[in-house]
């Protein structure tokens, strides 16, 4: 995690988890994100960023695999 950027817009957030900004607008008035919770973000003014730790954290739910036969 060297030379990331500690608070990530929509855009950059989105990009970050792999779904488009406009699933992650929608998720926040859902509270539904590719079936789960989404990460929490944080208001400053009209802005949403998202803290790039909780997005790694978010990420790190679904753990990894090496096949589909898994």
């Known amino acids: 995690m060297t030379n990331e950027k500690p608070r990530l817009d929509t855009k950059e ?8 900004h ?8 859902t509270g539904i994100l590719l079936g789960h919770k989404p990460p929490a973000y944080r208001k400053l003014g009209r802005k949403v960023v998202y803290d790039s730790a909780v997005l790694q954290e978010w990420l790190n739910q ?9």
């Open 13 to 20: 957030a989105a990009n970050f988890i792999g779904c488009s």
């Open 22 to 29: 406009h699933t992650m607008k929608v998720s926040r008035s």
């Open 62 to 70: 679904f753990g990894t695999r090496n096949n589909t036969a898994a």
